[in-house]
């Protein structure tokens, strides 16, 4: 029923807009853009932007100097109801396409109420009873089907059952089904630099058996699926190889 009710309430037919006279290019470059310390200092900011479209996830911050790095241009802003408290001001701001990503099975409602009648359900939490941004509203904003997730868990992640995919990882295989060309910059886990590009905060370190696991992502597991589609030509990680040491003290 919330499903259905949800499908009847997004105005956007098109996730790239294209109708009428304006058609779909005939190769269509994407760049993914992560949040990773790989990032600083790697002046990939204009060739990030270069893309023909920009995908971002989480915090995402544009803001001087990190631009420089991780470009400015914003497309397409994937985020779910614990990220979007966490955006940058200009994510807030930008006529950017929001796609939302309900990962449990009370996220499905909350959106569903917020384009409705621009509320939230009590949840008890204030990252889900902060009202979101009048960016997000019927027309700007695409929702992934839970089946879609499942894809990319059953076929991708070797991993445990309790762990879940990324945002960034759901993002990068969105980028495929969508593009011709995926790039993807700032994914990785790297122990070599900082955990995000915009603070100092380290890596995690690596368990027993030399994995990365979270509470609820296997980051190890995700490096190794990034390794696997660039041997197989599918995208372009952008990890910094020769790069010996951290860009960040």
Not at 89 to 100: E, F, G, M, R
Not at 102 to 116: N, R, S
Not at 188 to 202: A, C, I, L, M, S
């Given at each position: 029923?919330?499903?259905?009710?949800?499908i009847?309430m997004?105005?956007?037919p098109d996730?790239?807009g294209?109708?009428g006279?304006r058609?779909?290019?005939?190769?269509?470059?994407c760049a993914?853009v992560?949040?990773?310390?790989?990032?600083s200092g790697?002046n990939k900011?204009?060739?990030?932007?270069?893309?023909?479209?920009?995908?971002?996830v989480?915090?995402a911050?544009m803001d001087?100097?990190?631009?420089?790095?991780?470009?400015?241009?914003?497309?397409?802003?994937?985020?779910y109801p614990?990220?979007?408290?966490?955006?940058n001001?200009?994510v807030?701001?930008?006529?950017?396409l929001?796609?939302?990503?309900?990962?449990?099975t009370t996220?499905?409602?909350?959106?569903?109420?917020?384009?409705?009648?621009?509320?939230?359900?009590?949840?008890?939490?204030p990252?889900?009873?902060?009202?979101?941004n009048?960016?997000v509203n019927?027309s700007?904003?695409?929702?992934?089907?839970?089946?879609?997730?499942r894809y990319?868990?059953v076929n991708?992640?070797?991993?445990?059952?309790?762990?879940?995919?990324?945002?960034?990882?759901?993002t990068v295989?969105l980028?495929?089904q969508?593009c011709?060309v995926?790039?993807?910059?700032?994914?990785g886990y790297?122990?070599?630099?900082n955990e995000?590009?915009?603070?100092?905060q380290k890596?995690?370190?690596?368990?027993?058996?030399?994995?990365?696991k979270?509470?609820?992502?296997?980051?190890?597991?995700?490096?190794?699926?990034?390794q696997?589609?660039q041997?197989?030509k599918i995208?372009?990680?952008h990890n910094?190889?020769?790069?010996?040491?951290?860009?960040?003290?």
């Amino acid at each position: 029923m919330v499903t259905q009710q949800l499908i009847g309430m997004l105005e956007n037919p098109d996730v790239f807009g294209f109708h009428g006279d304006r058609q779909r290019k005939p190769c269509v470059r994407c760049a993914v853009v992560g949040t990773g310390g790989v990032l600083s200092g790697s002046n990939k900011g204009a060739e990030i932007d270069a893309h023909d479209y920009v995908f971002r996830v989480n915090h995402a911050v544009m803001d001087k100097p990190f631009d420089k790095d991780v470009g400015k241009k914003l497309s397409f802003y994937i985020f779910y109801p614990e990220s979007h408290s966490r955006q940058n001001k200009l994510v807030a701001s930008a006529h950017a396409l929001q796609i939302y990503i309900p990962f449990k099975t009370t996220d499905l409602p909350y959106i569903t109420q917020w384009l409705y009648n621009r509320t939230l359900p009590k949840c008890g939490v204030p990252w889900c009873e902060s009202p979101l941004n009048a960016n997000v509203n019927r027309s700007t904003t695409k929702v992934v089907h839970p089946d879609f997730i499942r894809y990319v868990f059953v076929n991708y992640m070797d991993t445990s059952l309790s762990l879940r995919p990324t945002t960034g990882a759901m993002t990068v295989f969105l980028a495929i089904q969508l593009c011709d060309v995926v790039n993807i910059y700032g994914f990785g886990y790297d122990p070599r630099f900082n955990e995000h590009y915009y603070d100092h905060q380290k890596v995690a370190a690596q368990g027993a058996d030399g994995d990365m696991k979270a509470d609820y992502h296997d980051f190890s597991e995700e490096r190794r699926l990034w390794q696997r589609l660039q041997e197989e030509k599918i995208i372009t990680w952008h990890n910094r190889q020769d790069s010996p040491n951290s860009a960040v003290p």
